[in-house]
């Protein structure tokens, strides 16, 4: 069974930055892609920015330029840098991760975090 464990939410003011991280932990031998989604409040949840494992990143048009994804040195783990906040980027983000194979034929290819607040002040 695989395992995400997310960080760095919090409560920031506009035009601040916050750092998320995600490490997947569990018999895993590879995962193809690792990435973020957001939900606010009455919205559907939605893409933010997901990398390969060839470092190929892509990005909602909302946040390019401002957020950068990138899977870590250590293994298994992926980092949102979020620069020049604004109050429409709050919301719960959520760490995802596909193609994901294990040592168990019964594991599922995709697995979600459980969830990090992001809240930015005007």
């Known amino acids: 069974h695989v395992r995400l464990v997310e960080s760095g939410g919090g409560l920031v003011q506009a035009g601040g930055s916050l750092r998320l991280s995600c490490a997947a932990s569990?018999?895993?031998?590879?995962?193809?892609?690792m990435g973020w989604y957001r939900q606010a409040p009455g919205k559907q949840r939605e893409l933010v920015a997901l990398v390969t494992r060839g470092e190929s990143a892509d990005y909602a048009d909302s946040v390019k330029g401002r957020f950068t994804i990138s899977r870590g040195n250590v293994e298994n783990t992926v980092s949102l840098e979020m620069n020049n906040l604004r109050p429409e980027d709050t919301a719960v983000y959520y760490c995802?991760?596909?193609?994901?194979?294990?040592?168990?034929?019964?594991?599922?290819?995709?697995?979600w975090g459980q969830g990090t607040q992001v809240t930015v002040s005007s």
């Open positions: 995802n991760v596909r193609g994901v194979i294990t040592t168990s034929p019964y594991s599922s290819p995709e697995y």
């Open positions: 569990g018999s895993i031998f590879s995962i193809k892609t």
